[in-house]
């Protein structure tokens, strides 16, 4: 099969139209209308950089590359819109794998409302998928930025945290799997290969005021570190109220790690952290709550000056050597 | 250096606002107000599939990725807008490496208008380099897609073709360059290396009515092939109409090739194939003058049917055979 009937075909399973989509793939650009402002976000994934073909099926792999990318738009609080997709194919992917890709992303672009808009095809030495999104809002101050948080805010987490990083010490070193029963394993390598946008949290804590907001793909420390930086604060987050995924330190002691160490270095949860007035943490809760994704958690406060400080329970402080980025 | 400070330092370079930016690269997404109707288009560039290092410099490498993204703006006779790139970074490319990507592409990105508004930074086996443009227009009917040409049109074509192909066959094979002299040869290997969007000719040929449009990547038969199923015509091109590049018949004929067929089915010319109702083609020619940046030639006729059908001078067709598709 040639390029062009394989495009055909792939083509024939994407929708005919969005609600901003006046013309979709398959001419020189596809044509929107977008009606306000736009969030756009690109993000790739490489096989043998941030994923393996073997550890996931080739669905999931798809899913991964859209979701990844709309995890962005959930830190903007956008509403998910069209997706454009780069898929570089190496030449032993056939034609059910090039199926099994978009079914993957085409079940994430339908539960999220995303419409996949135009993409290109090429030939590539190992799988490689970039994938544009843009979300929508309708004028520019809706999105939240991670420059606003100020003095005083709070600082709040959706979900859980670490469960990533552990599902990847698991996926690395199967001995370790007796540390967790099984359906928690399973759970934590879902998280490392089959992460979630949250994009209704982000949208529900987008409406409850949320001052600075940003997606946990780098890890906490990291990300943290990225926000306070943007908006000229410091951060304060307390090590006690942080919620790590069921088994993350079970995994972590088998694998000779420190639980709080993996889950605030280890990156790719793709929870959101917030900063927020004090006096809108009920609203942001209930909205949470009506978004049915995630919970919601206070995790620290901004304060005025730089720099993220994690603080122990017995009053110490984590010092830095356990902030080393974990993932790729 | 890390990752971080790399993108710090890359992100210093781009400008801080475009006139539809409300926030630029270096938060979780971009945020534009796009006022109206959007194009957007993806195209990627592979090492070893699109281009070969050593043939060409990074700066030329980062400006065709741009360039081959931005003709499909063009084919749409949109305003250029934004772009977003992701740079797949092989380990031996270093910072300056980076730099002169991206100066490639700043370059062209201030030629044409456009602003680079975001992007990703990822580790890759091979340099890989995806690229999406948004390009603008009050409504989405101002756009000219593939699939309004209607008997009676003309088929009219920016430029000249079969540079790119010759260019190429220059590349692949040294001992041709006698063929032509030095100069002829370096133009011919710049339309392979270097070619340019024509984003003001193709808005020149919007605003004169044109009913569909195309951008030559695949080659002028295949391209026009697209067309003509878009449009559900045939089309009629007289092959002595075709403006050759200067060089291409003298590259040809060294290298045993006819130059008809090198034209017609070459890729990579990113020249503009448009059908026109035949009473706008005089003010398509005084805008595309106006615009001046390449001539217009009318090539041939619209008419009911389908397919394309090239005919030679004589009286005769080229044959289907003619038609392979000659390049990536």
């Known amino acids: 099969m040639g390029e062009f009937e394989l ?8 929708p005919e139209a969005g609600p ?3 013309l979709g793939s398959g001419d020189d650009a596809a044509v929107t209308v977008p009606g306000g402002a736009t969030a756009t976000s690109v993000d790739a994934i490489v096989e043998g950089i941030h994923f393996r073909r073997g550890e996931a099926d080739l669905a999931t792999i798809g899913r991964k590359a859209l979701a990844t990318a709309l995890s962005d738009l959930a830190a903007m609080g956008a509403e998910a819109g069209e997706a454009y997709v780069v898929l570089g194919a190496p030449s032993d992917l056939d034609e059910d794998g090039f199926h099994a890709l978009l079914d993957g992303m085409l079940d994430l672009a339908r539960a999220t409302g995303t419409a996949i808009a135009g993409g290109d095809l ?12 843009v979300g929508h809002a309708p004028a520019p ?15 709040v987490l959706t979900g859980v945290i670490g469960g990533a990083a552990a599902g990847r010490l698991l996926l690395d070193d ?22 979630s946008p949250r994009l209704r949290s982000g949208r529900a804590l987008a409406q409850a005021g949320a ?5 946990l793909s780098d890890g906490l420390v990291g990300d943290a570190a990225h926000l306070a930086r943007a908006s000229g604060v410091g ?13 993350v330190a079970e995994v972590a002691a088998a694998g000779g790690r420190d639980p709080l160490r993996l889950a605030v270095a280890g990156g790719e949860d793709y929870e959101l952290l917030a900063a927020l007035p004090a006096d809108a943490l009920g609203e942001a809760s ?3 709550g009506e978004a049915a994704e995630t919970a919601l958690t206070p995790i620290g406060r901004v304060k005025a000056g730089a720099g993220v400080e994690i603080r122990l329970p017995g009053g110490g402080r984590l010092e830095a050597a356990g902030y080393d980025h974990f993932g790729p």
Do not use: W, Y
Not at 122 to 133: D, E, F, I, W
Not at 235 to 247: D, M, N, R, T, V
């Open 7 to 14: 495009l055909a075909k792939l083509r024939e399973r994407l």
């Open 20 to 22: 901003r989509i006046a």
């Open 122 to 133: 090429t030939r590539a030495p190992v799988l490689t998928l970039a994938v544009t999104v």
């Open 141 to 155: 101050s809706d999105f939240v930025t991670r420059g606003g948080a100020a003095p005083g805010d709070l600082l």
């Open 174 to 195: 199967p001995s370790l799997a007796p540390a967790v029963p099984e359906g928690a394993a399973a759970r934590l390598r879902a998280r490392q290969l089959d992460p």
């Open 211 to 215: 001052t600075a907001m940003i997606d």
């Open 235 to 247: 951060l304060e987050i307390e090590a006690g109220s942080l919620p790590l995924a069921k088994g």
């Open 286 to 288: 209930l909205r949470i």
